[in-house]
């Protein structure tokens, strides 16, 4: 499986950003997608992942009702909606995939490139 993370940018706190992790591979249907992020100094943290079938979501309390993962298998691409961000939501931003679900980073099989998101105040 590779990944490719896009729709990170600049934008004010309270605006909105949308990422997009387009996967390729024939397995890509069989693996729980997940973000994650890593500020500057700081460790990568979960975010958020989506179960291989898109029936199970789950979010770090930090970000929960406020980002909304989702996924389109017949497009091979997962979304990440995050709505009234914050500063300390700045970060790089990365997708990675793993069969089973979990929030260790050590766990993930594949990562992709990550994407900027910047929130300013």
């Known amino acids: 499986v590779q990944l490719q993370a896009s729709g990170g940018g600049l934008v004010q706190a309270g605006g909105s950003l949308r990422l997009s992790c387009a996967a390729s591979g024939r397995t890509f249907s069989r693996h729980a997608i997940y973000w994650f992020r890593q500020a500057p100094g700081k460790e990568r943290e979960f975010v958020s992942t989506i179960s291989w079938g898109g029936g199970s979501t789950y979010y770090a309390g930090s970000v929960k009702g406020r980002f909304t993962i989702s996924r389109d298998n017949a497009k091979n691409t997962v979304y990440l909606q995050m709505n009234s961000l914050k500063p300390e939501d700045t970060a790089v931003y990365y997708c990675?995939?793993?069969?089973?679900?979990?929030?260790?980073?050590?766990?993930?099989?594949?990562w992709g490139k990550g994407t900027q998101v910047t929130v300013s105040s």
């Open positions: 990675a995939a793993s069969p089973i679900i979990t929030t260790a980073v050590r766990s993930m099989d594949y």
